[in-house]
């Protein structure tokens, strides 16, 4: 009876196990909400999306149709290696206004993001690159635009590489970054312009 027991207990953890891997990666219904690390994040508004990635901090949505594959994610991030100047050079030492110190330093900021996405993206060939200091959502952020050309899989239905995103101070602590993105793979240049629609509904129904 004792074995019986175990045997079923095993059995049972497996099942569940099972169930949940399966819920996970399988297609969720529309704006499906979803919190990480203090951001609330509601899934594409369309049918056939799927979580691919899952995280305290970050989580990813994958689609795949009509030989492409569309991405939107979100993380939350410690960064390393930004110095914060407290002495701006372009700001005179009689400035004594934090706000005007803290615009300073969030440029500082964003000059530095801009870096990293730009090393990020060097494996690929640019076709077009955009980037942006913003008022996103109240707070001051990166946005950038891309297209590119991913010659490890030249000649390929996945060659084409297309991307919009934002990275922005998380709202709790100066020392994490959020990052927003919505990317597409495909055989032709840029997004479908139904995916630009449901990508900038994406990023703008996320709250941080």
């Known amino acids: 009876m004792k074995n019986t027991t175990?045997?079923?207990?095993?059995?049972?953890?497996?099942?569940?196990?099972?169930?949940k891997t399966t819920l996970d990666k399988g297609t969720i219904p529309p704006k499906s909400i979803y919190n990480r690390a203090g951001v609330t994040i509601l899934s594409?508004?369309?049918?056939?999306?799927t979580v691919v990635q899952s995280s305290e901090s970050s989580i990813v949505f994958e689609k795949s149709e009509n030989e492409a594959i569309t991405i939107a994610s979100t993380r939350t991030y410690a960064i390393e290696g930004f110095v914060k100047h407290d002495n701006n050079?372009?700001?005179?030492?009689?400035?004594?206004?934090?706000?005007?110190?803290?615009?300073?330093?969030?440029?500082?900021?964003?000059?530095?993001?801009?870096?990293?996405?730009e090393e990020e993206f060097g494996p690929l060939k640019m076709l077009s690159i955009h980037f942006n200091?913003?008022?996103?959502?109240?707070?001051?952020?990166?946005?950038?635009?891309?297209?590119?050309l991913d010659e490890r899989v030249s000649g390929s239905e996945?060659?084409?590489?297309?991307?919009?995103?934002?990275?922005?101070?998380?709202?709790?602590?100066?020392?994490?970054?959020?990052?927003?993105?919505?990317?597409?793979?495909?055989?032709s240049r840029?997004?479908?312009e139904h995916m630009l629609v449901v990508g900038q509904a994406f990023l703008e129904n996320i709250r941080f």
């Open 89 to 117: 050079p372009f700001i005179p030492e009689a400035v004594d206004n934090v706000q005007i110190k803290r615009r300073a330093q969030d440029e500082d900021f964003l000059t530095f993001l801009e870096e990293k996405k």
């Open 6 to 19: 175990v045997l079923f207990l095993a059995v049972l953890v497996v099942f569940c196990g099972c169930a």
């Open 158 to 187: 996945f060659q084409y590489f297309a991307v919009k995103g934002y990275i922005c101070r998380h709202s709790e602590t100066d020392d994490l970054a959020l990052e927003m993105e919505f990317s597409h793979r495909s055989k």
């Open 44 to 49: 594409p508004n369309e049918l056939g999306w």
């Open 133 to 148: 200091h913003v008022l996103f959502k109240g707070v001051r952020c990166l946005e950038y635009d891309g297209e590119f």
């Open 190 to 192: 840029g997004f479908p």
